[in-house]
């Protein structure tokens, strides 16, 4: 078996990208029109590659499922985006960046990308400024920061709790400027269904038009996915209802690698759960964790009101555990607390599934006025949904599934090992290893989209050999088949129980299984439990309703389907990967004060999975992982 | 709780539509509106009969996806409030709703309560954005904005371009949606050398698709759901006064 090649140039680490830039090849100007990209996806990273690459002189499509690209789920972001701008003065630079970056994902991402990420983090701020995203501002006019999870120093910017709309809308209106313009064709309301291959390369996709039913077969010189992460496979998440594997799934079914599917991030302070037709969780951001205090009741049982148990009954237990980070530890770290707090039975709240997140002190020091400034609509959001008011009332959190580092695996290119198809944002697995630090996604997706992407993609048209193929190519008319045959099938059965419910069935399975903790019996029983509910599903599901229509019941089968075929590689993965590193924690492997145990000897690498037949098992390649600059330690947030 | 749903039922944009009644009992405070509808389309599905399609995704109120109108009122009743934030226990026991789609001549009707907002992504297309090329930006410090001016700017630019302003508008006037674009913009200085061609390509297109004239009546700003203010409207104007009396006029924007 040969490793995974990254592409990763050679030469110090500090000067990597911009030799490589200088070394990539190029396509004139007048060239450039007659390459066809489609770009799957519309959120920051989707949009933002859609809009620069059209500027560049690219012809574009954009797909996206949503009735407008402003919409993609990027938009729900709250809390920032970190740039290594130094503005604070307070000894921030791309080296901190790049080395809290690598540490918080548990020495398990790429380097070189980590790397290249805190390098273009500044110029991101300085596009999105031009764009006329407005970001919060000190009354001298400069740009203000506020502090994230994970980190020391003061680096996050942001507008409001909406950075996430704000840039996203920062990158649809230059989309929109370039549709305008006539060199971006949007496809809204429509979902990719299969990545065509042609040659050996990525040449174009199938996509339902989810309004007539209509299945278009859409040839191109190379494929973008930008299409998000999968953290709906466990049902219930923070993302938004729509949000799925389809895209990236039918890719890996077609040749391109997945990447630590397992790596999957159950972000710390979410609303817990309610009742039994919850439809989705609710983030509240993680910037709350500056002025928030996180506590439970010092004895179980305890079940006074919280306003009225004193300082002496409380136990505030990240600032005792992490005196050196407090309620700012990452996410990781923070969740898997709150986990095991609640297990122990000194979880509040229905069920003891949650932990107090408490505004009384920051009320204190920084009056009404002050907390409404920073978090109000986060607060309001609160209320709305829960009918108490945090500025009266500690908020309940539960960690909730929230976004996922595995992927479509890149090389340094962002280029999957499926030539032609690129891979974009939360879609790719690159640069957040095994977790993920707050306000980093927006950095990540804005970066590739902008900055890297549109370099790397030209490089590829430069050298690829591409002869132009036509939407009744054999291979578009037999992946068009195959899809149809697919939806056929959905719609066949009409048995007992809905989409709705299968997706809770195996939604229910993950969590338990591969969520928060991990064991090798537990995942090998939900391997099975996986098969077996799959093959309920083909028998027993009712999906109703016709291909050639609005079909909202059809869309969400074909989304539920994929994701029970990627939960199982998702417990495989989480299997084979016999450690625990960030997310990733194993009941096997934790140190004497329960944290993650990493094994840098057998596992410091990157595990992709290559398919090899629906019923063969996949292979799982390697790609190590070299660390130049630093060395992996064992994270310490005490 | 029981809930009476009287819902828009229309199998196409061409068909006819109508209400259709339905009960549910199996609804709790804590839902939201859009949970009911969740349930109900559970209960439709076990009957095999054709589930209620309705837009909606984040489901946080930040997507701009869903909307409808409850009892007459885009997104429901509650200020502030999109339905996917509505929650039942604002609503009495027994209570009876009426749930259509957006009403606008530029929105038809999709299916149900789905309807094409397409207009408003063409409306922005139109002018809506600041031309600034990827790798052009100076250092971002360099360009200072007053605190209030931001705070002027991200205002109007908390706009989900829902559509709930054009559905409340008696006259399906999209003023609202263009006005916080431009305010959002305008209240910037890297969005001053655009901002008479802006709001006079923006107007134009927003005229040419079919939506209505604006005559103040402020409907708008009472069903927003980021509270977008009228202010915004008058600001617009003025703005567009200037546009058409500027010495020359962009071409590619008129």
């Known amino acids: 078996m040969t490793p995974l090649d990254a592409h990763v140039p050679s030469g110090p680490l500090e000067s990597k990208w911009t030799r490589h830039r200088a070394e990539l090849r190029l396509v004139a100007p007048a060239n450039k029109r007659k390459f066809h990209v489609a770009v799957i996806g519309s959120g920051l990273a989707g949009a933002a590659a859609a809009a620069s690459l059209a500027e560049l002189g690219y012809t574009v499509s954009c797909f996206c499922f949503q009735d407008s690209p402003r919409r993609a789920h990027s938009v729900a972001a709250q809390g920032g985006i970190n740039a290594a701008k130094n503005y604070q003065n307070d000894g921030d630079s791309v080296f901190r960046l790049f080395h809290d970056t690598l540490k918080g994902g548990d020495f398990r991402a790429r380097e070189a990308n980590v790397y290249r990420l805190a390098e273009l983090s500044g110029n991101i701020i300085d596009q999105c400024v031009a764009q006329g995203v407005p970001f919060a501002r000190e009354y001298g006019g400069q740009l203000a920061n506020r502090s994230f999870g994970g980190v020391q120093v003061s680096r996050t910017f942001y507008a409001r709790g909406q950075t996430g709309q704000q840039l996203l809308l920062g990158a649809y209106q230059a989309l929109a400027r370039q549709t305008a313009a006539g060199r971006v064709r949007l496809y809204p309301r429509h979902e990719m269904l299969d990545v065509v291959v042609v040659g050996g390369a990525a040449r174009g996709v199938i996509a339902r038009d989810l309004v007539s039913g209509d299945l278009i077969a859409h040839p191109a010189d190379a494929v973008v996915l930008a299409t998000g992460g999968y953290s709906n496979v466990y049902h219930l998440s923070t993302n938004a209802k729509g949000c799925n594997v389809t895209a990236i799934w039918r890719a890996y079914r077609r040749g391109a690698a997945f990447a630590n599917p397992c790596f999957t991030q159950i972000h710390p302070t979410c609303i817990p759960p309610g009742g039994h037709h919850q439809a989705k969780l609710t983030l509240m951001s993680e910037s709350l964790r500056n002025d928030g205090r996180i506590w439970v009741p010092a004895t179980a049982g305890d079940q006074r009101a919280p306003g009225e148990i004193p300082e002496s009954d409380r136990d505030y237990y990240l600032e005792r555990l992490y005196p050196s980070f407090g309620n700012l530890v990452p996410r990781d770290l923070a969740s898997r607390r709150a986990k095991a707090i609640c297990d122990s039975g000194l979880g509040v709240g229905p069920g003891g599934q949650g932990v107090y997140l408490d505004f009384r002190d920051a009320l204190e020091r920084l009056g009404r006025q002050g907390i409404a400034e920073r978090y109000g609509n986060l607060f309001d959001m609160y209320e709305r949904i829960t009918g108490e008011t945090p500025y009266a009332v500690p908020m309940r959190i539960y960690p909730a599934p929230h976004y996922t580092m595995g992927g479509l695996w890149v090389d340094y290119n962002l280029e999957s090992t499926l030539p032609g198809l690129f891979v974009i944002g939360e879609a790719n697995f690159s640069d957040h290893g095994a977790n993920r630090l707050g306000a980093s996604a927006l950095m990540q997706g804005l970066a590739d989209g902008y900055f890297i992407l549109p370099y790397t993609i030209g490089h590829y048209f430069a050298q690829a050999s591409l002869p132009r193929v036509a939407a009744d190519h054999d291979a578009f008319r037999g992946a068009r088949g195959e899809a149809l045959e697919w939806l056929k099938r959905l719609l066949a059965k009409s048995g007992r129980r809905t989409v709705e419910q299968f997706h809770q069935a195996l939604g229910r399975l993950l969590w338990d299984a591969c969520g928060m903790s991990r064991s090798a019996a537990g995942l090998g029983a939900a391997l099975d439990a996986i098969r077996a509910l799959r093959t309920e599903f083909w028998e027993d599901v009712y999906v109703g309703g016709d291909a050639a229509d609005l079909n909202q019941a059809l869309e969400h089968a074909g989304r539920v389907a994929d994701f029970f075929e990627f939960g199982e590689l998702m417990c495989r993965d989480a299997l084979e990967r016999d450690e625990s590193c960030g997310c990733h924690f194993r009941e096997e492997h934790q140190t004497p004060d329960g944290e993650a145990a990493r094994d840098d000897e057998r596992f410091a690498h990157v595990a992709a999975w290559q398919f090899t037949g629906s019923d063969a098992s996949p292979e799982r390649l390697r790609e190590p992982l070299e660390f130049s600059t630093v060395r992996p330690s064992t994270r310490s947030y005490r | ?254």
């Open chain 2, 1 to 254: 709780m029981r809930v009476v749903l009287h819902v828009w039922r229309q199998p196409a944009r061409s068909a006819h539509g109508r209400f259709v009644r339905y009960e549910t009992d199996d609804v709790t405070p804590d839902m939201s509106f859009l949970e009911v509808l969740d349930v109900l389309n559970e209960a439709l599905r076990a009957r095999r009969e054709e589930p209620i399609a309705f837009d909606h995704d984040c489901r946080e109120g930040i997507c701009g996806a869903c909307g409808m109108v409850i009892n007459g009122r885009p997104h429901g009743p509650r200020r502030a409030t999109t339905a996917c934030q509505l929650h039942m226990r604002h609503f009495r026991a027994d209570t009876e709703l009426w749930v259509e789609p957006w009403r606008a001549r530029a929105f038809p009707v999709i299916k149900d309560l789905v309807v094409d907002r397409g207009p408003l992504d063409r409306v922005i297309e139109a002018g809506g954005f600041i031309s600034a090329r990827a790798g052009s930006a100076p250092e971002a410090n360099t360009t200072l904005i007053g605190k209030a001016a931001a705070d002027r700017a991200m205002d109007a630019a908390q706009c989900i371009g829902c559509g709930a302003c054009v559905a409340a508008c008696p006259n399906g006037s999209a003023m609202l949606f263009v006005a916080a674009k431009a305010a959002h913009l305008a209240a910037l200085p890297q969005g001053e050398p655009e901002r008479a061609d802006r709001v006079a390509a923006m107007t134009t297109r927003m005229d040419a698709l079919g939506f209505g004239p604006c005559s103040n009546h402020g409907e708008c700003t009472a069903a927003c759901p980021k509270e977008i203010s009228l202010d915004t409207i008058a600001q617009l104007n003025r703005d567009y006064l200037t546009a058409l009396l500027r010495a020359e006029p962009r071409a590619d924007t008129l």
